[in-house]
């Protein structure tokens, strides 16, 4: 199945400090870094992909949400993209060399052990976790290494965290829209985002040149169109709003948006350069994405301008112990 522009690319923590240790990292001036052996059990932090040139680039690495510009505890897991929620963390990574290169999902907890690794179909470009832990989300390109760069499919699943089993296949899921059933050649699915009632959720639906925002339900296997031009949606943490990027043109440029699900009202957010991203939610009032190695918060009224989070850092996560 290809498609021709979707959005599928590229989306904390306490450690024990008796265990943390010196990470002999060349941080950037002002940045202490730390080794971090255990997720934290109190306090907000933001967990990410280390972006610092050293070799500790590409680790999972947290920071205490208060103040993420002054301490960043490096991890040893490695990662492409991350996300963290309830105890379980999705880790999606590629193994090997080319051309032998293999990807694969690693099911982590909060000591940062794999628990369970599931083989990928393609290069890893989004993932999420249900807020209770118990759903996990995997899109990767199957097709290609870019939507930017023209046709590429994507395959979308939802996992089982506690056993590392995939439930289902997003293409094999029925779509309604109109209360009509859905369904062309062509369809993709990517970027999805959990609802808290462990059932529901959200995802962006590719068909040519067309993205739609679908609702699921993984009892019923079912998903219903309930908007039009949505890509990479992520749900506010007190469900009323999605936060999302939309394509501005075929050159791969989009911008960041914020959709009241009670009014289905628009807003454009502040910030002004192309978002390639999966935002996330700092809180019910801001929006955290990456743009340029750098993890930028916005308003999501659409008010102010983007100020910077954490600087050397991409796939920012908040987490709330």
Request: positive net charge; aromatic residues 8%.
């Amino acid at each position: 199945m290809l498609v021709v522009g979707a959005c599928v690319a590229v989306s904390g923590l306490t450690i024990g400090r008796a265990l943390a240790r010196a990470h002999g990292s060349s941080a950037p001036t002002g940045m202490h870094v730390v080794h971090a052996v255990k997720m934290p059990t109190q306090g907000a932090y933001v967990l990410f992909r280390n972006m610092i040139a050293d070799k500790s680039f590409g680790k999972v690495a947290l920071a205490p949400l208060a103040n993420p510009s002054a301490t960043r505890q490096v991890t040893d897991l490695k990662c492409d993209r991350v996300y963290y929620a309830a105890g379980r963390g999705i880790c999606l990574t590629a193994e090997g060399l080319w051309p032998k290169v293999s990807y694969v999902a690693k099911l982590f907890d909060s000591r940062f052990m794999v628990l369970h690794e599931i083989a990928l179909s393609g290069i890893p470009s989004r993932t999420r976790i249900s807020a209770d832990g118990r759903w996990g989300a995997t899109t990767v390109f199957v097709n290609g290494d870019s939507y930017a760069a023209g046709n590429f499919s994507t395959r979308t699943n939802i996992i089982d965290m506690q056993t590392g089993t995939i439930v289902t296949d997003l293409e094999k899921l029925t779509v309604l829209r109109d209360g009509k059933r859905f369904h062309n050649r062509n369809f993709n699915f990517w970027g999805v985002t959990f609802a808290r009632d462990d059932d529901h959720f959200y995802a962006t639906l590719g068909s040519g040149a067309s993205t739609y925002l679908v609702k699921g339900s993984i009892r019923t296997r079912t998903m219903r169109v309930i908007h039009d031009h949505v890509e990479c949606p992520s749900l506010s943490p007190n469900g009323t709003r999605v936060a999302f990027k939309r394509s501005l043109n075929s050159h791969g440029n989009w911008r960041l948006y914020v959709l009241d699900l009670r009014t289905m009202k628009e807003t454009p957010l502040a910030e002004r350069e192309s978002i390639d991203d999966q935002a996330e939610w700092l809180d019910n009032t801001h929006v955290t994405y990456w743009r340029g190695n750098v993890a930028w918060v916005v308003p999501a009224n659409g008010s102010g301008q983007p100020r910077k989070l954490v600087a050397d850092a991409s796939s920012p996560v908040v987490v709330r112990q």
